[in-house]
């Protein structure tokens, strides 16, 4: 696995081992940073369930203006500070670590605001909308911010009326759909 475009083109990432992280592979990272391309200069940057933080670090790569990483498993957090470490995103980059409502909660705290957010829970958690719903209700979301929602083929996600579908793609199993935030719905 690698950056694909930007600033650190080329280095190796590396991914937490195990059956518990299910990285994006390069061609859907690929197509999903083309689809992005003019969302990700200067974006703020949450990356929610983080894994190898593949998706945040790519962006941060390719000019995003700050990216926090955030996941439940300490092996996960441990690859991720190993991969900011030494792609030279230290400056740029928060990592935490907290189940996803512990992981809102603090950031909306920290008064944190966000452009772009890479949702990529467990394909077993199969409605995202909660997560959605709680950062929109947090305010941490700028109004317009984009979220992306990876899972598998067959289990859409929900977010309420303040999320509009802008895209939908599907690559063999993996599915991602993209939603606009409109503060107050749309």
């Known amino acids: 696995m690698r950056i694909i475009a930007g600033s650190a083109r080329g280095r190796t990432l590396y991914a ?3 059956q518990d992280t299910r990285p994006t592979q390069d061609y859907v990272r690929e197509s999903l940073f083309n689809i992005l391309q003019r969302d990700v200069p200067d974006a703020r940057i949450l990356d929610l369930f983080a894994g190898s933080g593949a998706l945040g670090l790519e962006a941060l790569s390719r000019g ?3 990216a926090v990483f955030a996941d439940v498993a300490a092996e996960a957090i441990a690859c991720i500070r190993r991969n900011v470490d030494t ?12 189940d996803w409502q512990t992981t809102l909660g603090r950031l909306a705290g920290e008064e944190r605001h966000f452009s772009l957010v890479f949702l990529d829970p467990p394909y077993r958690m199969e409605d995202t909308g909660a ?21 598998r083929h067959g289990c ?21 759909n993209f939603f606009t935030y409109a503060e107050g719905g749309a």
């Open 16 to 18: 937490p081992r195990g």
């Open 64 to 66: 995003a203006e700050t």
């Open 87 to 98: 792609l030279g995103f230290t400056d740029r980059a928060t990592i935490t670590k907290g």
């Open 131 to 151: 997560q959605c719903a709680r950062m929109a209700d947090l305010k941490m979301l700028e109004n317009g911010a984009l979220i992306v929602i990876e899972h």
């Open 156 to 176: 859409a996600p929900m977010p309420d009326e303040r999320f509009t579908q802008r895209d939908a793609r599907r690559y063999g199993d993996t599915e991602i």
